[in-house]
């Protein structure tokens, strides 16, 4: 167990659907970030949230979007659900405050979503 | 152009070999990773490292920030280190990662 836990592991649903892609970051880390893997783009980084802000946003589609809650845990919504969309999503987290100074350790990847649009 | 360029794309061992997989780049980094990815899945973060070399067991991450090169060794391989190896990099106005193709790696018994 990283830490990190993303719920759930395997989703399969149809074109045209939405789904919420949950994830709970390590304790003590601020920042979450999803990132997707597909066949054909490898890992691609999607959006990023600071202790409840936006802080950094890839190439996302209009179509997804994300929202840290109070408690840190993250959810990635995506909607209007295309084939293209079947992936590997994962949520990593990182950055603890330490001594009012933000420090990064490195990443904790969770174990993934795998989407499977049909 | 990528901005990380990973070599080689695959890669075949036996048992026991010394394996090195390598890792350019093209910009200014803040600190490059290496991660692990088992056919299941999962990654796991090797290395972060901003200079010099780390060791961990029987891996060593290698950097040379004037050279924008780095390479991960894996000393005497086992078909358990099967997986794909990702090197990736931080930048300095940003903490997001930005992957290479990865480095699919097979160690036959």
């Not at chain 2, 990815?37 to 070399?53: A, D, R, T």
């Not at chain 2, 961990?56 to 086992?78: F, P, W, Y």
Request: hydrophobic residues 35%; charged residues 15%; aromatic residues 10%.
């Amino acid at each position: 167990d990283s830490g990190v836990t993303q719920t759930p592991k395997h989703l399969i649903t149809a074109t045209g659907q939405r789904v919420t892609l949950r994830c709970s970051p390590r304790s003590g880390d601020l920042s979450v970030y999803w990132y997707q893997q597909s066949l054909d783009q490898g890992l691609q980084f999607l959006i990023q949230y600071y202790n409840g802000e936006e802080r950094a946003k890839g190439n996302i589609l209009e179509r997804f979007s994300a929202q840290q809650f109070p408690d840190l845990h993250s959810e990635l919504n995506l909607s209007s659900l295309e084939l293209g969309d079947s992936a590997l999503y994962f949520c990593a987290s990182s950055s603890l405050l330490v001594q009012g100074r933000l420090t990064n350790y490195g990443y904790t990847f969770g174990s993934g979503t795998r989407l499977t649009v049909v | 152009k990528n901005e990380v360029e990973q070599s080689p794309q695959n890669l075949t061992a036996q048992e026991g070999e010394f394996i090195t997989i390598n890792c350019s780049y093209s910009v200014g980094i803040s600190a490059l990773h290496w991660l692990q990815q088992h056919p299941g899945g999962g990654i796991v973060s090797l290395f972060m490292l901003s200079s010099g070399k780390k060791k961990h067991g029987r891996l060593i991450a290698t950097i040379n920030i004037q050279e924008k090169h780095s390479s991960l060794h894996i000393t005497a391989s086992h078909p358990r280190d099967s997986a794909v190896y990702i090197c990736a990099f931080t930048s300095y106005n940003t903490d997001k990662l930005i992957f290479g193709t990865g480095t699919r790696l097979q160690v036959f018994p």
